[in-house]
């Protein structure tokens, strides 16, 4: 029996306490995004605060995505070409990203193709939302982007013993982004990354739709507060395995009949969101680069 079995979320809780906070400037951001009719002005000045975001915020509408033949070097002009939704969400992830990085090791997770599923399924997820006629909201998103950041935690507090469970679904064939994987982290730790990325999201005090999907994300029946967005991702999800993972090629007995059901969705449907999601990508790459730049 692993030594994580009994009394596992006690152990890991007891080690995980210390992972910083989110910047003071940070939560400050997400706080006047979240508020209406806030003007473009007060967030850029408090990006200007924080020379590396406002880099990452001049880096991505510079980027080839937005194909401007001048340079934009003004924050608050270039908050107002990406929109608030994609602002918060680079600065989330952004800031998120800086806690994590310099500590992969031998064995453990590729952060690297970690980011990119990540941001996969934040393309995914705003492309369903938008199709599917839901609201534009942030979480959208950003709960695309962090729905498994419970798995970063795991590999940088404990690196031999998550180091184990990657090992195991390499020898089962296992992609790292579903169910199977999700059960693996709790026969071998006694705890998944969807509860560990809970904690943390209270922790930060993350908006209660994200921290429901980071929650619920492989088991979308059980979300309460906010089914429907943790439906869209737990799709979204589904989505970017078969776009990394699975070349692209559509195959049903990828996809949950529960999820299509739920939106009622046919096979057409989800072969055309496939090809959406790969064209997307391309200019998504952008928003990657940004978040990772020194």
Not at 14 to 22: E, G, T, W, Y
Not at 246 to 267: C, K, T, V, W
Request: overall charge negative; hydrophobic content about 45%; some cysteine.
């Amino acid at each position: 029996m692993n030594k994580f079995t009994s009394g596992a979320h006690e152990l890991i809780l007891k080690r995980i306490r210390d992972i910083p906070s989110l910047p003071d400037v940070v939560n400050r951001i997400l706080a006047i995004i979240n508020q209406p009719n806030t003007p473009a002005s007060e967030i850029a000045k408090l990006i200007s605060y924080d020379p590396g975001l406002t880099s990452k915020v001049l880096r991505m509408v510079n980027s080839a995505a937005y194909g401007f033949q001048r340079q934009i070097s003004s924050i608050q002009h270039g908050i107002m070409i990406l929109g608030f939704t994609n602002v918060r969400g680079l600065v989330l992830s952004a800031s998120i990203f800086k806690l994590f990085e310099g500590h992969t090791h031998p064995g453990g997770l590729n952060h690297q193709q970690f980011w990119e599923h990540s941001l996969g399924t934040a393309v995914a997820a705003r492309l369903l939302a938008k199709s599917l006629g839901m609201a534009d909201s942030d979480d959208v998103f950003s709960a695309g982007m962090l729905h498994d950041i419970g798995k970063v935690v795991l590999d940088v507090y404990f690196k031999q013993d998550y180091s184990q469970v990657l090992h195991q679904a390499q020898l089962k064939g296992l992609p790292l982004h579903g169910l199977p994987f999700y059960q693996l982290e709790e026969s071998v730790l006694g705890v998944n990354h969807a509860s560990i990325g809970n904690y943390l999201a209270s922790k930060w005090k993350l908006p209660v739709g994200i921290s429901e999907v980071i929650l619920h994300h492989h088991q979308p029946a059980q979300a309460e507060s906010c089914p429907r967005l943790v439906h869209l991702v737990a799709l979204a999800n589904e989505l970017a395995v078969v776009r990394y993972e699975r070349q692209g090629i559509y195959n049903r007995e990828h996809f949950s009949p529960a999820l299509m059901d739920y939106f009622g969705l046919d096979d057409a449907s989800l072969e055309r969101y496939l090809h959406a999601l790969k064209a997307e990508m391309d200019s998504a790459q952008d928003l990657l680069n940004a978040i990772s730049s020194g």
